[in-house]
C-alpha cells in the first residue's frame, strides 16, 4: 500500500485552493544505484474530485520530481465539501486520500 | 545519626570532597564519552580521536598556547616538512585548479590515498578559499588567495612559504584550521606542486587574470 | 576578472567590514538560498513523513505487538504535544540524558521488542527507504512546532551534559585537524557557499535546531539530527559516532541549550 497524500483545501471566497503533497520516488528510469539502472516508476495520472465530481485530470511524466507538490484551484467550492485525489502509477499503484475544504480567507 | 559533632561534619565534608575529586572532569568524561561511542570505520581508526601534541596545545589553550610552546610546536611541524628530492616546487597550475576543486578523500567512506569514487583525494581549497577568477563558490573560512604570487612575488622563498604552508599549515600558525595536508599524507608531493603552481605561477589564472 | 566575480568580492568585503552581529544576514549568495528555502517550506514533503510516523506511532508492531502509545518522552506516556522541544533531557529509567530519537529508539526496543542492532544497522534514509525511527522522529518533531526549545537543565546529568557536549564541540582531532567549532564557532563564515551558523552564539545556535528533522532536496530524503551530526564527524575525517548514543545526547544537549527560548518552527527543507 502506497505511503498516503497529504491534502490541504482552504477555501478563498468561492474558490478552494488545494495542494497535495504525494509521496512517490518518481523515478525517471535514468539513475544509477549500485550500478544497476532503477528502472522507470512514476506516477501517470492523477484525477480530483469535488463531492465525487471529477475536476481535475491530469496525465504526467518522469519528468516531475520526487514527492512532487500538486496544487490546483476549484471554483464553486464550499466549506465542508469533500475533495478526492487519486493518482495511478506505471507499475499499476494507486492511492486515494481524501481532505475537508476549509473557511479560510 | 546525630548531627551536631564537629567530628561527624569534618568527616562527611571529607567525604563529599573525596567525592568530589572522584567526579570526572567534564573534559575527561568527554573523552571516556568519545573513546566508547565512536568506532572505527573504513580507513577512520580510532586513533584518530587521539590528540598529537599539535592538537593537544590547541584543545588544551583555546586555540591560543603561551607563546614559548607556540614557536616550538611551529618550529617541530615546519621540521617535519618533506621537500621534493628534485628540488622543484611547483608542478601544473591545471591539475593544481583540479585538486583545489575537489574536496573528497580522508572520510570513513573513502580509500586509502583515494576517494570512495578511486580518483586522487582532493585538497578542498575552494570549501575555504577564494582562488582563481572564474569560481564564485568559494568559502570564506580561509583568506584569499587570488592574486597569491601576482602580491607576493614569484621568487623563491614565497614558493617555499607557499609548498610548506600547504603540507603543513601549522608549521606558521600552530592552531590554524587549515589541515595538514602533507602532513596527514591527504595529498601526494606531486598534488602539493600542483597546489604551488596553481598559485605562484604566473601563468596561472590566479595571477594572469 | 569577471563582473560577478567584482560583486561577490565586493560583498565579501562588505561582510567582513560590518560588525558580526550583521555578517551573517548580509551574504546575498545566502540570502537567494533562504527565499528559496521559504517558497518551499509552503508545501514541505517532510509532512509525508509526519503521517508516516503517525502511523507508526499508533500502529501495534514488532515482536511484542504494541503500539508506541506508551512511550514517555519525558512528558508522561503518550504524550507527544511539546515533548521534543523539551529534549534532550534525563530519563530515571536509563539514568542518561537522551535526545529525541535515542528516546524513541529506546521506546521501539522496550515496548515493542525491536533490537538496538537491527535499527542501528541502516539507520538513515535512501532514497527508497525511510527508516522507521526517522519517520516517528518527524512526527514527534511536529507536534513541537510554534514552541520554544526549553530543554531542561535541572537534573545534574542534564547539566553535565552540557558541559561535556560543549567538550566535544571544541574538541580538535581527527585526520584535518577539525573541531565543531571550526566550521560552527566563528560568526559569518561559509564553506563555499553554504553559510556556517555559529553555534556557541544564542542566536544563531537555533541553525542547529531549526530545521531538523529536515527534508533534504539532494536526494529528497528525510532526515534528522542524528544523520546530520553523523555526516559532520565523517566531514570531520573522525571515526563514526554510535547511532543514538549518550555522546550524541550529550553533544545535542550543549546545541539545544544555547538555542533555549527560541522558536523552534517544526521540521524543514534542506538544500
Request: aromatic share 8%.
Amino acid at each position: 500500500m502506497p505511503d498516503p497524500m497529504k491534502i490541504r483545501a482552504t477555501l478563498q471566497g468561492d474558490v478552494a485552493d488545494v495542494r497535495v503533497l504525494m509521496a512517490h520516488p518518481m523515478e525517471t528510469g535514468q539513475r544509477k544505484q549500485g550500478g544497476k539502472v532503477v528502472p522507470l516508476h512514476f506516477i501517470q495520472t492523477i484525477t480530483a474530485q469535488l463531492n465525487g465530481r471529477t475536476v481535475f485530470s491530469a496525465d504526467i511524466s518522469q519528468a516531475i520530481s520526487r514527492n512532487p507538490v500538486f496544487a490546483f484551484k476549484v471554483k464553486g467550492a464550499k466549506a465542508g465539501d469533500k475533495i478526492t485525489v487519486t493518482w495511478k502509477d506505471n507499475e499499476g499503484e494507486s492511492r486515494t486520500d481524501e481532505a475537508t475544504v476549509r473557511g479560510g480567507s | 545519626m546525630r548531627l551536631g559533632s564537629a567530628a561527624t561534619i569534618a568527616a562527611g565534608a571529607a567525604v563529599l570532597a573525596a567525592c568530589a575529586a572522584l567526579q570526572p572532569s567534564p573534559r575527561d568524561a568527554a573523552l571516556a564519552l568519545m573513546q566508547r561511542d565512536f568506532h572505527a570505520e573504513g580507513i577512520a581508526g580510532m586513533d584518530r580521536l587521539k590528540e598529537d601534541d599539535v592538537q593537544a596545545a590547541c584543545n588544551e589553550y583555546g586555540n591560543n598556547p603561551p607563546a614559548e610552546l607556540d614557536a616550538k610546536l611551529r618550529a617541530k611541524q615546519y621540521a617535519g616538512v618533506k621537500w621534493p628530492a628534485d628540488g622543484k616546487l611547483m608542478g601544473d597550475w591545471k591539475s593544481g585548479e583540479k585538486i583545489a576543486q575537489r574536496g573528497r578523500g580522508m572520510t570513513w567512506r573513502d580509500k586509502p590515498h583515494q576517494t570512495s569514487r578511486g580518483e586522487p583525494n582532493g585538497g578542498g581549497c575552494y570549501n575555504c578559499h577564494q582562488i582563481g577568477p572564474d569560481t564564485t563558490s568559494f568559502g570564506t573560512i580561509g583568506p584569499s588567495l587570488y592574486q597569491f604570487g601576482k602580491l607576493r612575488g614569484y621568487g623563491t622563498e614565497i614558493q617555499r612559504y607557499a609548498y610548506s604552508k600547504i603540507y603543513n599549515a601549522k608549521a606558521y600558525s600552530v592552531c590554524s584550521q587549515m589541515p595538514r595536508f602533507g602532513h596527514a599524507q591527504a595529498l601526494t608531493e606531486a598534488q602539493i606542486k600542483d597546489l604551488t603552481a596553481l598559485l605562484m605561477d604566473p601563468a596561472s589564472p590566479v595571477n594572469s587574470r | 576578472m569577471n563582473k560577478s566575480l567584482v560583486l561577490g568580492l565586493a560583498a565579501a568585503c562588505a561582510a567582513a567590514l560590518l560588525p558580526p552581529a550583521f555578517a551573517q544576514t548580509e551574504d546575498p549568495v545566502a540570502a537567494d538560498f533562504d527565499k528559496f528555502r521559504a517558497v518551499l517550506e509552503q508545501d514541505n514533503p517532510a509532512e509525508l513523513w509526519e503521517v508516516k510516523g503517525e502511523q507508526l506511532w499508533k500502529t501495534p508492531r514488532g515482536p511484542k505487538r504494541a503500539s508506541l502509545e506508551q512511550c514517555d518522552l519525558g512528558l508522561g506516556p503518550g504524550v507527544v504535544k511539546g515533548a521534543y522541544a523539551q529534549m534532550p533531557r534525563y530519563f530515571a529509567d536509563v539514568d542518561r540524558v537522551m535526545d529525541a530519537e535515542a528516546r524513541i529508539v529506546h521506546c521501539m526496543i522496550t515496548l515493542q521488542g525491536f533490537t538496538y542492532e537491527e535499527l542501528a544497522k541502516k539507520p538513515f534514509s535512501s532514497a527508497t527507504k525511510t527508516p522507521d525511527p526517522v519517520s516517528i522522529t518527524t512526527y514527534v518533531a511536529a507536534q513541537s512546532a510554534g514552541m520554544k526549545l526549553a530543554p531542561p537543565q535541572s537534573h545534574p546529568k542534564e547539566k553535565a551534559a552540557y558541559d561535556v557536549g560543549k567538550q566535544i564541540f571544541f574538541y580538535r582531532a581527527g585526520a584535518y585537524d577539525f573541531s565543531c567549532a571550526s566550521c560552527h564557532g566563528v560568526d559569518g563564515q561559509r564553506i563555499r557557499t553554504q553559510p556556517l551558523p555559529n553555534f556557541t552564539s544564542p542566536a544563531q545556535a537555533i541553525k542547529a535546531n531549526q530545521g531538523w528533522p529536515g527534508y533534504r532536496m539532494t536526494g529528497g530524503v528525510m532526515h534528522t539530527l542524528q544523520w546530520r551530526l553523523n555526516d559532520c564527524f565523517r566531514q570531520q575525517r573522525f571515526p563514526e559516532p554510535d547511532y543514538a548514543s549518550e555522546m550524541l545526547s550529550a553533544l545535542l544537549t550543549y546545541l539545544t541549550v544555547n538555542a533555549q527560548g527560541q522558536e523552534y518552527k517544526g521540521p524543514g527543507i534542506k538544500r
